[in-house]
């Protein structure tokens, strides 16, 4: 009944003098601004957004959105047309804060709330008390060592580890952020004080495998899970997004490597073929430790970061099941990634948050990270047959994750349809 009171409503023109369609536009473009700045993938900043305009009984709405950019066009009950964009400068990960918009994206689908209760409710998510300092240092370390664990690092190494995390990546890196939005600019510095810090270390009798150090403390600045959902993009068709994932962590390696490079000729040091440690249970718990680290880092709630670390225990340990068994790394990234996807789907309607949060966490033992900085490394220091052997690695790896996740997503499909 009240469907056809609006309706009527919005034919006779009762509506549209209590509606301001500017300012609604408006507001619901700083929504999908914040959800694509705070980690959402392209496909539900667009979708929010259409389920958020269309549900104002607008006779059609035309959306666009890249990292970059976000573009709506609507067409009013009056056949006015109005069109809005926002520029993007930089993204990023605040799992929190997407969750919460993720909630009033949905409330506004479902309750068409006038722009002015938007606009409050809005703010009082965009003035969330933000995370502790404490919890910021303590991610950082968690991400980087917990890798560093697992590329066969040892105690000693450890604690240099924690010092040159703690001190470099999340202390400088915070200052540095806060005045650098060039992420190769960002990247060199910051990996280039990180690897002479630990070079600087080894000189003094510190550590004992510097560059394994080294290698997990990247891990912080690789953005290999852009590689990864540039795949995934592409495979969905968003081609222009994809590609630009693809060349922003491209570019972000290329910053790491050159900072490392720098250091290494600077102390004569040198970048070893990538090791892990042999045990593989420690291996699982480097990779646990880190994917909790990171799903701190990217500003989850505590509670959705545990779970997010419970899922990277399942993938990378399904991971080393198939491997054993079946001896094809490609199978094995496909089964752990379809079993992730379907662990962060199950783990979304539970939580009642959005599946990304422990989807891209939980799969962080498989994104091919170390690859792609060894890709960059040998390009760098022109031995183009590890460069060569990277890149297959890596485009191996991002298939079989991609390919896993579009199995779990056609069948969610196919349930939903049928259910």
């Not at 509606?19 to 536009?25: D, P, R």
């Amino acid at each position: 009944m009240l469907y056809f009171i609006k309706t009527i409503m919005i034919g006779t023109g009762l509506a549209k003098r209590d509606m301001n369609y500017e300012l609604l536009l408006n507001e619901i473009l700083n929504i999908g601004k914040e959800l694509l700045k705070s980690g959402a993938e392209i496909d539900r900043v667009e979708d929010s957004i259409y389920r958020m305009v269309e549900s104002y009984q607008v006779k059609q709405c035309n959306v666009f959105a890249i990292q970059s950019n976000i573009q709506v066009t609507v067409e009013l009950p009056d056949g006015h047309f109005i069109t809005q964009i926002r520029r993007i400068h930089r993204v990023g990960n605040n799992y929190e804060r997407l969750d919460h918009l993720n909630d009033l994206s949905r409330y506004i689908s479902r309750n068409t709330p006038p722009v002015d209760e938007i606009r409050e409710k809005y703010k009082e998510i965009m003035e969330r008390k933000q995370q502790p300092v404490y919890l910021s240092y303590l991610s950082t370390v968690m991400g980087g060592i917990g890798f560093a664990v697992y590329f066969g690092c040892d105690f000693t190494d450890i604690m240099v580890g924690i010092v040159v995390c703690a001190a470099v990546e999340a202390y400088l890196g915070d200052i540095l952020g806060k005045r650098e939005q060039n992420l190769v600019v960002y990247n060199i510095v910051i990996a280039f004080l990180s690897a002479v810090a630990v070079f600087f270390a080894f000189r003094l009798g510190l550590g004992h495998h510097p560059n394994r150090i080294v290698l997990g403390l990247n891990m912080v600045l690789v953005s290999g899970l852009g590689v990864t959902n540039g795949i995934r993009d592409v495979l969905n068709r968003s081609y222009l997004s994809g590609i630009l994932n693809v060349l922003n962590a491209c570019l972000g390696a290329v910053g790491i490597a050159c900072g490392t490079g720098l250091a290494i000729i600077l102390f004569k040091g040198n970048m070893d073929a990538q090791y892990v440690s042999p045990s593989a249970l420690i291996q699982i718990i480097g990779c646990g430790v880190g994917s909790l680290g990171f799903a701190l880092m990217f500003k989850a709630s505590v509670r959705h970061s545990l779970v997010a670390g419970l899922g990277a225990l399942l993938n990378y340990g399904s991971y080393l099941v198939v491997l054993h068994f079946q001896g094809s790394n490609f199978l094995a990234v496909l089964v752990s990634a379809a079993l992730v996807a379907v662990f962060a789907y199950i783990m979304s309607r539970i939580y009642k948050a959005p599946s990304t949060i422990f989807l891209t966490t939980a799969i962080l033992p498989m994104v091919p990270g170390s690859a792609l900085f060894y890709m960059m490394y040998g390009l760098t220091q022109a031995d183009y047959g590890m460069a060569k052997e990277q890149v297959v690695l890596i485009g191996e790896i991002c298939l079989a994750i991609a390919f896993g996740f579009l199995v779990v997503e056609i069948a969610t499909r196919y349930l939903k349809r049928n259910g």
